[in-house]
């Protein structure tokens, strides 16, 4: 079968066994915009702008200083400090404003629920900041359109949902995108088989997982000691993976 460029990734994962295919997208995905951010980006004026007005999330910035491409980071962190901390400035005088106006208060204004309102403007401005991250907007752009790929390929490639409904199903944070996106792009029966199928291939995997964890917990019992571990060895991270996206790697 012919393979176009936007159907080929999800060819490639789907045919490998695990318990999350979008997982594995999701995983290079994030490897190649963290390589790109701290690669051939940091020489981009437009990419620069980009990276000092939205920075990057806590996990982020831990992945590229893991990469251990010091130069690189200091570049890119060097330039979103400077813009960071133009906004630091107007965040510390609504901050001081606030103080002061909370300070100025009679004790039976300072009580209940509008203690301390005056605050929430520099909080939230300090949240955004730091819960901003391109690497993160990226990678939820990328991540929807595979999941669009998916059901364009169910619909419209004669040999992918046989290929779909053998595969182990999805973890819940894919799973619920899949249902999310399915109305939106199928309709029909093809939405019906597309659901059907999915919920199937779901429950009877966690149903799958749910007996190699407790045999993994029974096999620390004497009375099992010498008896075949079968697919269990791994079950608490392919179930800590399957609840929760791919968050423990091999």
């Not at 909370?102 to 300090?126: C, D, M, N």
């Not at 939405?191 to 993994?216: A, C, P, S």
């Amino acid at each position: 079968m012919k393979q176009h460029i936007d159907t080929a990734p999800v060819w490639e994962v789907y045919r490998q066994d695990c318990e999350c295919p979008m997982c594995l997208l999701y995983a290079k995905t994030e490897a190649a915009n963290v390589g790109y951010f701290l690669g051939e980006s940091v020489m981009e004026p437009s990419q620069r702008i980009e990276v000092n007005q939205k920075g990057f999330c806590t996990e982020h910035f831990k992945q590229m200083y893991d990469a251990g491409n010091r130069l690189g980071l200091a570049l890119i962190t060097h330039t979103y400090m400077k813009e960071t901390m133009k906004r630091l400035s107007n965040i510390a005088t609504q901050a001081r404003e606030a103080a002061a106006s909370e300070a100025g208060k009679p004790i039976f204004k300072r009580l209940g629920g509008s203690k301390g309102t005056g605050f929430q403007e520099p909080v939230s401005a300090l949240k955004g900041i730091e819960e901003s991250c391109l690497v993160c907007e990226r990678i939820r752009e990328n991540m929807e359109r595979y999941m669009y790929t998916v059901l364009y390929m169910y619909k419209h490639e004669a040999e992918f949902p046989e290929i779909f409904s053998q595969s182990k199903g999805m973890c819940l944070t894919h799973f619920a995108q899949a249902l999310e996106m399915a109305p939106k792009h199928l309709t029909g029966d093809a939405l019906k088989r597309f659901v059907d199928t999915l919920t199937d291939i779901e429950l009877k995997n966690f149903e799958r997982l749910e007996g190699e964890l407790e045999w993994f917990t029974a096999k620390f019992d004497y009375r099992n000691q010498d008896k075949p571990w079968g697919n269990s060895r791994d079950a608490v991270k392919r179930s800590v993976n399957k609840l929760c996206r791919q968050v423990v790697e091999d």
